[in-house]
């Protein structure tokens, strides 16, 4: 495992040792934690976690792998469970994880491996990295990035990663009364160019990255049935009908986003 997330490895084993500070502004309000890693040897890391019903997690994990795919670096991922104790950590913690634990405690939240010594993306990133970013969110249907909210990282060397795709594959799992998807690609992704990419990058320079993007979606079928399956065996309680309807959705919503690339 190298540095950040790899589609092609399994999820790290993690359990949650103790919370150290919130992290965020404000919806989510993600938890820098202590984890413990299982293998390849047992260790203590800093992940950030994200307590959040519903399908956040999925989405977040897809996305991951969709980006190691095309290139995209993010942060190590995986899902760890909240653990019901609301005491843990430093008693500087004690409210916001008491919060956390009576809200989520039992349930599985996805995280992130801490970027050491990273910052908040502020405007320094060359064209091209921007443009691949910018060529994925179109894919990945994201509309949670942008010069306000980067949802982005810079290290130390001015490496971009990503982060914070909790709002990816907006309304993937929407259905109608009839049990139609009411996922518009068309609007989606007209949406993601006003808000995303005329602020980043001309269409010009992302068109370039076309055939890297639409090779990635070759595997995407392949890369999220094989994550769901993983998941589903360790989260056989899943709530909800999300395994089942991204499955009902995948061949569609593949072709429409291949179709503009
Ligand atoms: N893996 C990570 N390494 C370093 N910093 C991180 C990591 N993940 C998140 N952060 C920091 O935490 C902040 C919030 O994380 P994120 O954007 O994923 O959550 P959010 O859904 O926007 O939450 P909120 O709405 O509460 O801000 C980020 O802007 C970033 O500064
Ligand atoms: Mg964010």
């Known amino acids: 495992m190298g540095r950040f997330h790899d589609a092609t490895q399994p999820l790290a084993k993690l359990t949650l040792s103790e ?10 309000n993600p938890i820098l934690c202590r984890l413990l890693r299982e293998a390849p040897k047992s260790a203590l890391e800093s992940w950030v976690v994200k307590p959040a019903h519903g399908t956040i997690v999925l989405r977040e ?3 991951a792998d969709l980006a190691s795919l095309v290139g995209i670096r993010v942060p190590e991922s995986s899902v760890v469970e909240i653990p019901l104790n609301p005491s843990l950590g430093p008693a500087s ?10 809200r989520f405690g039992g349930q599985l939240a996805f995280c992130s491996r801490f970027v050491e010594n990273a910052c908040d993306y502020s405007g ?7 443009a691949e970013l910018w060529a ?17 990282l810079s290290t130390t060397k001015k490496e971009l990663v990503a982060i914070d795709h909790h709002l990816a594959f907006y309304k993937v799992d929407e259905i109608d009364q ?3 998807s009411t996922f518009d690609i068309e609007t989606m992704l007209s949406e993601a160019v006003d808000d995303v990419g005329r602020r980043h990058v001309g269409a010009k320079a992302a068109a370039s990255l076309t055939e890297v993007t639409n090779a990635a979606y070759d595997k995407l079928g392949e890369v999220v049935t094989h ?8 989260w056989p309680s899943f709530p909800g009908t999300l395994f089942a309807d991204i499955r009902r959705f995948l061949p569609t919503w593949i072709a429409a986003v291949r179709r503009h690339p």
């Open 227 to 234: 994550r769901l399956n993983e998941l589903e065996g360790r």
């Open 19 to 28: 919370p150290v500070r919130v992290m965020g502004r404000g919806e989510l």
């Open 124 to 130: 320094d990133a060359d064209d091209g990295d921007l």
């Open 93 to 102: 913690m004690h409210d916001a994880w008491g919060h956390v634990v009576r």
């Open 61 to 63: 994990l897809i996305a």
């Open 136 to 152: 994925f969110d179109r894919g990945i249907a994201n509309f949670d990035r942008s010069d306000k909210n980067p949802n982005c």
């Open 178 to 180: 009839s049990g139609a």
